[in-house]
């Protein structure tokens, strides 16, 4: 099998949270191949882990990949500060004669988006709305690179690294199964609060789940690389509660058009067309657009955000909500069938590394400084008695079931196949039984005979 034959047959996705096919995303020819390690938001742990760990089988599988890209450039893109990780990464190129480059990225929010990423390692930025591909380039995670080692010993992915952070005892990085119940996660690093909520991800970008039947249903996949446990009345809970109707209000009354959600935003920086506080100066005319064409004069920007947060969590001074107003502009430009035209040219602004948002006083701003700088000093693995293993996990379609329940089944072994298109393989993560399978997903108990 060549590479995209050996990962797809692997199941490996974006191990960074997007979760995209990576066998997709390997089936081109670029110059640059660059690996993500830069954390993108605040209180993640674990690609720090990784790095230093399992440095020089990274640098060695680097090679591998650039080689079937066509790659002449090969980055390993992380944060400066990241002294210790630098440092093994270093000692790992100079033991295996590589000729791959560590790129130091600045302290600032979000320094791991892709396109930002692209733009500080290479200057060229990406489309609007557009790939990697486009100007010369492929990124994968450091935890997909490790993956794609494993998929070329043929090993499919079956485990994750993940960090637990926040309201703990004990910050963690754990090893566990895919299909681990998160509250088992939880539970190991001894949650300081009954009352918690959890966000999946990072604060800005992570999913939040607040209802306890929520936090029982959810489990460790592919993507899953942190779990924060916060107080319920956490500021961050509040904010992600407000309905859209008390945003719209705000909205239209507070906003001062001072352009701080702008002149931080991460996509203005690059060059795209995202202005957001014009998306919010005109939201009071959403009502009165006579035609398609003035909507899209209108909020036509609202298609180019990445949700990122900077403007409602950090750049705006009242308190409003650009993020959520650009993501309900996206839906209503869908709706009306409006099509945004792309710039394919777009240059970086002159100002673009002078307007960073700073990572501390970012975490500063959200209220999470209590937890930051709380560094995990081991690595746990952690086996739970049952498993349920979703089958999609990934951007595509959901997997299709090759399974029955009563099933014995190996580590390893394949659950559920790539759908035709956009899809990817699904593999048992642990030794057992399959004691319930759905198209959803399939429950498995350890061990059992």
């Known amino acids: 099998m060549n590479l995209i034959e050996t990962v797809k047959a692997a199941g490996v996705v974006g191990a960074g949270g997007a979760g995209f096919p990576t066998h997709v995303k390997l089936n081109t020819k ?83 988006d892709e396109q930002t990423l692209i ?4 200057g060229r930025s990406v489309p609007e709305r557009g790939l990697p591909s486009d100007v010369g380039c492929v990124v994968d995670n450091v935890g997909t690179v490790l993956n794609i080692a494993d998929a070329l010993e043929g090993k ?22 895919v299909g681990t119940p998160v509250l088992e996660c939880v539970k190991e690093a001894q949650p300081l609060i009954s009352d918690y ?43 992600a509660a407000l309905p859209m109707e008390t945003i719209k209000r705000q909205t239209r009354s507070a906003c001062i058009q001072c352009r701080m959600c702008t002149d931080l935003c991460p996509r203005y920086l690059i060059g795209h067309q995202m202005r957001p506080n014009l998306v919010m100066r005109n939201l009071w005319r959403e009502e009165t657009a006579k035609d398609d064409e003035e909507f899209l004069k209108m909020f036509g920007d609202a298609a180019n955000c990445c949700s990122c947060g900077v403007c409602e969590m950090f750049a705006c001074p009242m308190g409003l909500s650009p ?19 792309k710039n394919p040219e777009a240059h970086a602004r002159e100002f673009v590394d002078e307007r960073k948002t700073p990572t501390n006083r970012l975490v500063a701003r959200l209220d999470l400084s209590k937890y930051y700088g709380k560094h995990p000093q081991e690595c746990r693995e952690l086996y739970p008695e049952t498993v349920f293993i979703p089958f ?16 014995t089944v190996a580590r390893g072994e394949l659950l559920a196949a790539a759908a035709e298109g956009l899809s990817a393989n699904i593999h048992s993560s642990v030794d057992g039984v399959v004691e319930e399978i759905t198209e959803k997903g399939a429950r498995i108990r350890c061990g059992k005979e």
């Open 30 to 112: 670029v110059e640059y191949f660059i690996v993500n390690a830069a954390e993108c938001e605040p209180l993640i742990e674990t690609d720090k882990y990784l790095c230093r760990t399992w440095a020089e089988r990274i640098v060695r599988t680097i090679p591998v990949i650039a080689d079937f890209l066509g790659a002449s450039k090969k980055v390993i893109a992380l944060k400066a500060k990241y002294e210790r990780e630098i440092a093994a990464l270093k000692q790992a190129v100079e033991t295996c004669g590589s000729d791959v480059e560590i790129f130091g990225l600045g302290y600032f929010y979000p320094a791991g």
């Open 119 to 122: 733009q500080q390692v290479t």
């Open 156 to 177: 499919p992915v079956t485990e994750k690294y993940l960090s637990v952070v926040g309201e703990v005892r004990q910050t963690l990085l754990l090893r566990v199964p």
């Open 197 to 239: 909520a959890l966000i999946m991800g990072g604060p800005m970008m992570g999913k939040q789940l607040t209802e306890r039947t929520a936090m029982e249903a959810a489990v460790v996949t592919k993507t899953t690389g942190n779990i924060m446990v916060l107080p319920k009345e956490h500021y961050l809970f509040k904010r």
């Open 323 to 341: 993020r959520k107003v650009n993501e309900y502009m996206k839906g209503e430009l869908r709706k009306r069938g409006i099509q945004v035209p």
């Open 392 to 407: 999609s996990q990934h951007i595509g379609k959901p997997a299709e079931t090759v399974k029955k329940a009563g099933d």
